[in-house]
Nanobody, 128 residues
Framework: QVQLVESGGGLVQAGGSLRLSCAAS????????MAWFRQAPGKEREFVGS????????RYGDSVKGRFTISRDNAKSTVYLQMNSLKLEDTAVYYC?????????????????????WGQGTQVTVSS
């Protein structure tokens, strides 16, 4: 099973930027779509964005479109989330996840059964 480790979270002022990383173990990283989700206290988990195995197609949640960018480096088995123009409402724990099957996309409406491995999460706090 793939293991995922997120990093890069922290405290940032509104309007600032952060870049999250998600490092994966395993030799098949390049065959799996990846996604970022977030969960704020008292709220349901929210789809942030996803990227296909080759990095050719990305999808974003409406609340982050135009501000966040997902990318991946298959040589480093790492997926990134560049977050710009951060808002107070972006405060959450951010998780990366893989699809449970290779060569399958992760859509915003993906059921939990579509998702395989999860990272432990990294806290992002946006202050005013």
């Amino acid at each position: 099973q793939v293991q995922l480790v997120e990093s890069g979270g922290g405290l940032v002022q509104a309007g600032g930027s952060l870049r999250l990383s998600c490092a994966a173990s395993g030799r098949t990283f390049s065959t799996y779509a990846m996604a970022w989700f977030r969960q704020a206290p008292g709220k349901e988990r929210e789809f942030v964005g996803s990227i296909t195995w080759s990095g050719g197609v990305t999808r974003y949640g409406d609340s982050v479109k135009g501000r966040f960018t997902i990318s991946r480096d298959n040589a480093k088995s790492t997926v990134y989330l560049q977050m710009n123009s951060l808002k107070l409402e972006d405060t959450a724990v951010y998780y990366c996840a893989t699809h449970s099957r290779p060569f399958r996309v992760i859509t915003p409406q993906a059921p939990s059964t579509d998702l395989g491995s999860w990272g432990q999460g990294t806290q992002v706090t946006v202050s005013s």
